[in-house]
């Protein structure tokens, strides 16, 4: 019987613990480095070293035939008892009707020395409720795991860990900064923290440590612009768009970010108005962190709600120009908008 979503996650490391694993697996999820780092354990506790030629098989799935997936499931282990398949990037619920029949038949009579994992990389895991019998098989013979961002508490500790062990500490705040400065995924962070340990000179990571050498997402490196332009700081704002552009990033995923954040900036000017707090804040935006709804605040601060509301304004009618007129000028249209919101808070 498969084992409910919530709840999959938590069983899969109980089972490799336990050395119970199942038979088939589906893994998908945002956070890659946790779906890799399951997949390696799955990998060490299934096929002994030396032997991975005969008891461990990748299969792309993208013109994967049922048939050829078979044999490799069929495949007899050696000097082992279980072998692994892994099939990555394999549409289970776009199979053709034949494939898909072929499927449930493999499922349903699946060899108990084999370990199949569908895995989901480059495409999204979405079952198709239409499609009754394969998710009848699914939901009987398949354990979903899928590996989410995790949340605040486990990704500090977590990060505070990889500090450790590269003979660093790191406090919350600091901690909390470079979630905010490089996003919330730990395939992410991992290089991040790797050269900001090697970068801070004292044995304390500093928010200091972290602006000098880590590589900012667009939405931290926003937050900055539109940041500098409450503040009345136009140059560093500017700078900080040119950036952007001779990194060519595309105009309309910046106009996309600038909009998202002017719109987090309208809310908590909002809060600030009507006597509401962080969580509030955190609430309306799905933060699994008071960090980023702190700065918000401490930003909406600086402006007004007239402010807010025109800078809204100018960049939905930017956004509509540029998704319908031709030939217009992305980056001075970008520029142009960034005058007009400094022009604004003169």
């Known amino acids: 019987m498969a084992v409910k979503k919530n709840d999959s996650y938590q069983k899969l490391k109980n089972d490799l613990s336990a050395g119970t694993l199942g038979q088939v697996y589906v893994f998908h999820g945002e956070e890659t480095y946790l779906r890799e780092y399951y997949l390696g354990e799955v990998k060490k506790k299934l096929v002994p070293a030396g032997f991975e030629e ?8 993208k013109a994967l035939s049922i048939q050829a997936l078979a044999e490799a499931v069929e495949a007899l ?8 398949v ?26 108990p020395y084999c370990c199949l994992v569908f895995v989901y990389d480059l495409i999204f895991y979405k079952p198709n409720k239409v499609m009754k019998k394969l998710l009848k098989a699914m939901e009987e013979h398949v354990q979903v795991v899928e590996f989410p961002a995790q949340g605040t508490g486990d990704l500090l500790n977590w990060i505070g860990r990889r500090f450790k062990a590269l003979g660093k500490e790191i406090d919350k705040q600091a901690a909390e900064h470079l979630i905010f400065t490089c996003g919330g995924l730990m395939t992410g962070l991992v290089p991040e923290i790797e ?9 304390q990571v500093t928010i200091a440590d972290i602006n000098a050498v880590a590589d900012p997402v667009l939405d931290a490196r926003v937050f900055d612009m ?19 552009l001779k990194e060519q990033e595309e105009p309309i995923l910046i106009l ?37 709804a702190k700065l918000l605040m401490n930003v909406a601060g600086k402006t ?26 992305s980056e001075g249209e ?13």
């Open 54 to 61: 005969f008891n461990y098989h990748r299969l792309d799935g």
């Open 77 to 84: 282990p050696m000097l082992s008892e279980r072998t692994l």
């Open 86 to 111: 892994v099939v990555t990037d394999c549409d289970l619920f776009k199979l053709g009707e034949e494939q898909r029949g072929k499927l449930i038949e493999l499922l349903s009579d699946f060899p």
């Open 195 to 203: 050269k900001i340990g090697a970068y801070a000179r004292g044995k």
């Open 226 to 244: 539109t940041n500098a332009i409450t503040a009345n700081q136009y140059d560093r704002a500017a700078v900080i768009l040119g950036d952007l």
């Open 256 to 292: 996309a970010a600038i909009g998202k954040e002017i719109r987090k900036i309208y809310t908590a000017r909002i809060a600030l108005d009507n006597g509401k707090d962080k969580y509030w804040l955190m609430e309306l935006w799905g933060m699994r962190s008071d960090y980023p």
């Open 304 to 329: 007004t709600a007239a402010w807010c509301d025109d800078a809204v304004k100018m960049c939905q009618k930017l956004d509509r120009r540029m998704k319908s007129e031709k030939g217009i000028d």
């Open 334 to 346: 970008l520029k142009l908008l960034l005058t007009r919101l400094g022009t604004k808070r003169a």
